[in-house]
């Protein structure tokens, strides 16, 4: 019994000398507060940064990009300075070649082409083919100056020609049930009930308002309008 007793003290005294001995292991879990802890590649710069410890912004261009394209889509377009093959600023001659080839207007040559009454101001009147109904092109000094088209009302509407100038030309600068109005430095176009669009230059638009023979151009044009009813 007492050999027993011995034995079992023995082995319990190595037992404490071997784990008095054996070295401690600190693990991440039992590493104090204030030290972090990485997984930092010795002698390697840290994930997601360039040599420099500057972030990759490698993606950044295709983004301004993305932001530039969207900005632009956005931006109305410019307002047409003419319609289809037809420019203000022409010269006759050109005005009636381009009226020839045109195929949304029946023009028939010199018949088409008349004076204003009371002046020296050259007019153009066509019929058109589908969905223009009639047109005018009025010159000043030789040079065209307004267009306006008086369209098909069995094939548009109002609402529709407003839905898409607007969405194509952005808001109009003045607006009232009975028209609305775009403006550039080069054109001033209208939208006209009950369905009339106008292109008149900008620069002998303004130079007429300042004479005041814009309003006379105007009531002669009306007055031909009139007087084809009979």
Avoid: C, H
């Amino acid at each position: 019994m007492g050999s027993v007793v011995r034995t079992a003290l023995a082995g319990l005294f190595i037992a404490v000398v071997m784990f008095v001995a054996a070295p401690a292991q600190v693990t991440a879990q039992d590493a104090p507060l204030d030290e972090t802890v990485t997984d930092e590649v010795p002698g390697g710069d840290p994930a997601g940064t360039d040599g420099g410890g500057e972030a990759d912004d490698e993606e950044a261009p295709a983004t301004d990009a993305a932001d530039e394209e969207t900005v632009a889509a956005e931006q109305p377009a410019s307002l047409p300075t003419g319609f289809s093959s037809v420019e203000l600023g022409m010269p006759v001659d050109t005005v009636k070649d381009r009226l020839r080839a045109d195929s949304n207007f029946f023009y028939r040559g010199d018949p088409d082409v008349t004076l204003t009454p009371d002046r020296e101001q050259q007019l153009i009147e066509v019929e058109g083919t589908f969905f223009v109904e009639r047109a005018f092109f009025q010159f000043e000094d030789e040079e065209l100056y307004i267009i306006i088209l008086q369209l098909n009302r069995s094939r548009l509407d109002y609402f529709t020609m407003y839905t898409e100038l607007e969405g194509k030309y952005g808001e109009p600068v003045f607006f009232e049930p009975s028209q609305v109005v775009w403006e550039s430095e080069d054109v001033r176009m209208s939208l006209e009930k009950p369905l009339t669009v106008k292109y008149v230059s900008r620069p002998v638009f303004d130079s007429l308002v300042a004479s005041g023979e814009m309003e006379r151009s105007q009531r002669d044009l009306s007055r031909e309008d009139f007087l084809e009813q009979f």
